[in-house]
């Protein structure tokens, strides 16, 4: 096969690779600690564990030995970018944990912690009802 075939190849072997992981990953991980967790993480590792794809089957089908040392160097840095994406994954679940934690307690989040605007009845409304009310349960 001619080398640009090769690199054909190559290229469409990494297309599917990167479908195959940002499908995988939500699956195996869990969609939830995925959506908190920053996006440059999510494509940073993705693309690099499809490249690291890329380069096992890059290195296994250059040599002729299936367990030549290129090819366990590109295996162990594929299983390198596996375990770092399982670590962030990993902690990222550990925070969603201690999201809902919170939650729980009653202890306000940071998305919480805005206290509605306190009433006034000095204040003019806008709209249909546009005097101050008399009283507190004066509603128009």
Known sequence: MSTGLWRLAYALEFLVAIVAVFTAWPEIGGQDALDLMHWGWRLGLGLAMAGAIVAYTGALVSEPSVWSPRAARRL????????????????YVLQEEKE???EDKGTPSHEMSRRPPVFSPGVLRSGPCRRPPAHVSDVC
């Open 100 to 102: 809902s934690s919170d």
């Open 76 to 91: 162990s840095a594929l299983l390198l970018v596996a375990l770092v994406m399982g670590a962030v994954t990993y902690y």
